[in-house]
T-cell receptor, first 108, second 115 residues
Framework: DAKTTQPPSMDCAEGRAANLPCNHS???????VYWYRQIHSQGPQYIIH???NNETNEMASLIITEDRKSSTLILPHATLRDTAVYYC?????????FGAGTRLTVKP | DTGVSQNPRHKITKRGQNVTFRCDPI?????LYWYRQTLGQGPEFLTY????????KSRLLSDRFSAERPKGSFSTLEIQRTEQGDSAMYLC?????????????FGQGTRLTVV
């Protein structure tokens, strides 16, 4: 699977949008971009995924650049409960390879 | 609760003992994964089943580890002759479908402590 690069940590003010970047410059044409998050001591939670078009669901929006070399996960109105480690994964096979992720801290 | 269920949630065992964990996937999910996660690290892939067939195994899955999924329903992960380095959270996930455009859902994990 293509390697991803994420900042190790980010802060966000409660109520503001949280924009989490991910670089995946070696992504191939058939590799999907997936985002999961993990709140302390819980299993990872699926957020959203996409191939090349931007996607939106009730949790977040996923913006993928036209060349697909990077993407941004957007949490439109971050709450304290969004504090977690966020993982960006690109996958071509059925298994998913997690990196270290970004630790997002939402502050009041 | 219709999510992925893992039992037990916590297990403390002495070094050298065998342990077995169980995962009950979401009903009718044909794909099942096992991952291991140590403190401060992301989950590491161990193995993958499609129905009852074990299709992929990580090099992390040493000879002391074995996973089964009889009849394509629940799965078990057994660790023989446990070592302190096996202490970790063991995560199970399940998914539905035959293509990559489908997400996987994780259980809450089994935390193993080897003393």
């Amino acid at each position: 699977d293509a390697k991803t690069t994420q900042p190790p940590s980010m802060d966000c003010a409660e109520g503001r949008a949280a924009n989490l970047p991910c670089n995946h410059s070696t992504i191939s044409g058939n590799e999907y971009v997936y985002w999961y998050r993990q709140i302390h001591s819980q299993g990872p939670q699926y957020i959203i995924h996409g191939l090349k078009n931007n996607e939106t669901n009730e949790m977040a929006s996923l913006i993928i650049t036209e060349d697909r070399k990077s993407s941004t996960l957007i949490l439109p109105h971050a709450t304290l409960r969004d504090t977690a480690v966020y993982y960006c994964i690109v996958r071509v096979s059925f298994d998913m390879r997690f990196g270290a992720g970004t630790r997002l801290t939402v502050k009041p | 609760d219709t999510g992925v269920s893992q039992n037990p949630r916590h297990k403390i065992t002495k070094r050298g003992q065998n342990v077995t964990f169980r995962c009950d996937p979401i009903s009718e999910h044909n794909r099942l994964y096992w991952y291991r996660q140590t403190l401060g690290q992301g989950p590491e892939f161990l193995t993958y089943f499609q129905n009852e067939a074990q299709l992929e195994k990580s090099r992390l899955l040493s000879d002391r580890f074995s996973a089964e999924r009889p009849k394509g329903s629940f799965s078990t992960l057994e660790i023989q002759r446990t070592e302190q380095g096996d202490s970790a959270m063991y995560l199970c996930a399940s998914g539905l479908g035959q293509n990559l455009n489908t997400e996987a859902f994780f259980g809450q994990g089994t935390r193993l402590t080897v003393v």
